[in-house]
């Protein structure tokens, strides 16, 4: 079968050939996998996409006794197919590959050889069974020129706050080439703790806060029977970082606000338990020593860097030790490989999968730096009263270094995509540096698809008083912050083109409805060269 091909949904690569044909990936010509049971009960995903490869995943349950996190059932054998049609009439690689309990039944394959900018569909099979079909897509060439790039953003999806209605509607868009996913994939805690705004929507398994290595396969499970989800997954390629519920609220390098090492256990054996678990259910390439911070090409338009800000942070603190030049949120390794990465590329849009906000947040009319001796007297940190010390203005010697590298270096088009704090943002990314010539980059931060954010905190409805006057004192004392709205849960539509970067923002009708609809709230877009934010009059087309 001939792939079907739209010109409005197309990756248009020129120049990848000798010829200068354009290649094309078709978006629209299958409907995505919906959820299965039988032996395919956690549906198929595909991760990493590369010129040549792509990584696939899925999860089998050979026995009904075989579920997540039991430790019980055969070791077996499942095959996987992949073809450049929907039917698979044209196989273009195919093989067997072992799994059992041991990595809890789960595959994951590195399929290589493949043709670049290409739409591929794949399956996995056990004992005569298919799974639901996936599709997917190789990278462009990293010399092809892209005329556009659209991505699907997203971040903090609580199972019991809501269902995962942003999921479905990315996947029905029919536009989007990727799916970026921002961290807290899944939370940790047991049922009750953390829900909507005081009402479980539906119950998490286990029960209790997850610890042991049998808990996280069991959460990741239940998460993967999401049926929105597993659509989003078959629908497109993710490229996925994590945050901090993948294992525990508010992770640093040595431990968790929500870990209590007396009653819970040793915090080292818990991250080794999550972090198993994470990469056998997720199709996420693990580096040396499990390293997740990654690059991935998209021709000569884009570069995305995955940041990870739990692994080598050092524990938060407040008051002035949050502008301690030995404390880190990246670590020294990842903070060089980023700022090398940054200012050598030469992709026209240098993208960073930023898990928790970059921008400032003043808690004054004026930046604390400005106060000059009072502010040492006071023992007031350079940008004032730390809201969120786990966000990067705990981390301000880390923030100034990048920021000041980028001057330095002259290294324009950067653009932060942030998930984490649950609300909507648009931001120009402003140090003491950056007061002469301006921001150096800009910053797009999306809201949750469930979890709890101002409203939801505070116990009133969406687009209440209070919370519009929060988004108005906050724009007011941090001119930088272009936009905010603190309310909506969601997704941002991302698109890049060789003039601009935009985001578009989409909020839903009610997390709590599984059929819940979404509408454009706002867009927001920066100019080819510059780091200034410009709204958008209306939803990309």
Known sequence: MTNTIDRRTLLRVAGASTSGAVLTAALTSVSPARAAGGAFRHGVASGDPLPDGVLLWTRVTPTDDAQPGSGVGPDTQVSWQVATDPDFTTIVGQGVTPTGPARDHTVKVEVGGLTPATTYWYRFGLAGTWSPTGRTMTAPPVDATIDRLRLGVVSCANWEAGHFSAYRHLAARGDLHLVVHLGDYLYEYGTGEFDAGGTVVRPVRPAHEILTLADYRTRHGLYKTDPDLQALHAALPWVITWDDHEVANDQWSGGAQNHTPGVEGDFAARLAAARQAYFEWMPVRAGANGAIHRRLRFGQLAELSMLDLRSYRSAQASGPAVDDPTRTITGDAQLSWLKSGL???????????????????????????????????????????????????????????????????????????????????????????????????????????????IDDFLGLPPGNSLSALGASLIRTTNPHVRWTELDGHGYGVLEVTPQQCRMDWYHLADRTSATSGSSWVAGWSVAAGSARLRPESGPLT
């Open 343 to 453: 200012v050598t590329s030469t992709a026209r849009w240098k993208l960073v999968g930023n898990p928790v906000m970059m921008a400032r947040l003043d808690l004054a009319t004026l930046p604390a730096w400005l106060l000059g001796p009072l502010r040492d007297l006071l023992g007031i940190p350079q940008n004032g009263a730390v809201l969120n010390p786990d966000q990067w203005d705990g981390y301000n010697a880390d923030r100034n270094e990048l920021v000041d590298h980028l001057r330095a270096h002259r290294t324009r088009d950067v653009v932060f995509l942030t998930g984490d704090i649950h609300c909507s943002w648009a931001n120009e990314v402003t140090t003491r540096s950056t007061l002469l010539t301006g921001p150096a980059a800009v910053e797009f931060v999306v809201p949750s698809v469930t979890s709890d954010n």
